[in-house]
């Protein structure tokens, strides 16, 4: 008997079919880790009114590279501070935007690593770092001075966020112009210098104000000295200069 | 790094936004050849030029009350941010920032509104590298515009506007829009200056 010669079915078709089927599986796999909290938090109760909308959110942002871990977290801060249920529903979605957009930028940098656990570490930095006050045109400008420079892409991403951070606690003490501080972190950022010494820029910028230089001054000098190659040190011998003869 | 390369669409663009800035007291009706002054005669882009001139001056008109100044300083201060750009954003890109963000640069001084509206040119052109179609190159500035300036409920004129006012003097922008100094809006947040 001639056996009869099935058409061979297409490779994409199968493919299709499988992530037809794959697909809902992985927006429910997605949304585990917070469904494990609502099944074994003791606050649990109180906040079973937003489960649904809190697992649609770590889901939709875990498509887009945010572990769900970070909306845990904020869930169990929100449930040790006995926030209500509708603020800590309005705070995360205000998180889903901010965790969404900081792991954006940094994917569209290929700066955010695919571990699970420091890509979380730095979209939980950045999202901090806008609650703080900087802007996502800074974050983008220290971003795109550490894509810039050589390196692994956890370390880049980081000392990135270092440095913003850095401008961030130089504005609230002193007060930069807001064109300033993407600038300043980038020319940190390409500094040589090491980032445990990050925060001496502070102790710079008060005596640089003990001695009667601007904010905007101080900061100018220090993206042109650190933008030249130079040091804290330069920094302090170009203000004392300025001092001197204004 | 790329060095910014200098792009016919974006050069015409910003013609043209100048020129729809600067003619925003004239009719709107201007014929959209005036705007395209620097294309060569009768080329083809002379004619793209024409169709985008009319999308900006549509664009534009979101700008309550821009005037001519604050447009032509606009145009100089972008051209300016261009130099020590990563890359130049296309035409599209640029037209989708301002599209997108005019709210936000509408109460920016002019080297401010230039420099946000660069920064979310360059994301959208990153992101339709990246294979995002326009749309959701768009969605993805929505959510630039949202999640930096608006934190604690700030606009972006308070968090990068914030140094448009300088011992009590207020920017000509905000002058025009009546705009105090002691407006909540310029007002620099608490504790941020010494």
Partial sequence: ?246 | MRKPRPGILNRLGLCLLAAAFAGSAAAQAAPAADVSAGAPAGSAAQAAAAQAAAAAREMLSRFVGAGPEWGSAFAQSYARALGSAPFEPSGLALRIALAEASRSLAPLPPDRAAALALSCALEVERDMRFGSTPQEARAFLRLYLRVGGTAGGRSFAEAYGRDAVRGGAVSDRSAQWGLAASSPMLRPRSGNRQ
């Fill in chain 1, 1 to 246: 008997m001639r056996s009869v010669r099935r058409p061979a079915r297409p490779p994409l078709r199968a493919a299709a079919v499988l992530v037809l089927f794959l697909a809902p599986l992985g927006t429910a796999l997605s949304a585990q880790e917070v469904a494990a909290w609502f099944a074994s938090s003791s606050a649990a109760a109180v906040y079973a009114g937003i489960r649904v909308e809190t697992e649609s959110l770590a889901a939709s942002a875990a498509a887009r590279g945010v572990p769900e871990s970070l909306f845990v977290r904020r869930l169990a801060e929100g449930a040790e501070k006995r926030i209500p249920p509708e603020r800590l529903a309005s705070a995360l979605r205000d998180d889903e935007a901010r965790f969404t957009g900081v792991a954006l930028l940094l994917r569209l940098r290929r700066l955010l690593p695919p571990e699970p656990e420091r890509s979380g570490r730095l979209i939980w930095q950045g999202s901090l770092l806008l609650r703080a006050g900087a802007t996502s045109p800074d974050l983008a400008a220290a971003l795109d001075a550490a894509a810039a420079t050589a390196g692994g892409a956890f370390a880049r991403a980081e000392r990135a966020f270092d440095a913003l951070g850095l401008t961030v606690s130089l504005n609230a003490r002193f007060g930069l112009p807001s064109a300033v501080s993407g600038r300043l972190a980038a020319a940190i950022v390409r500094s040589p210098l090491e980032r445990r010494g990050f925060a001496s820029l502070i102790s710079v910028f008060a005596r640089g104000k003990a001695s009667g230089l601007s904010s905007d001054l101080v900061a100018d000098i220090a993206i042109r000295v650190l933008d030249s190659g130079g040091s804290f040190e330069a920094i302090e011998r170009e203000m004392q200069r300025r001092t001197r003869y204004p």
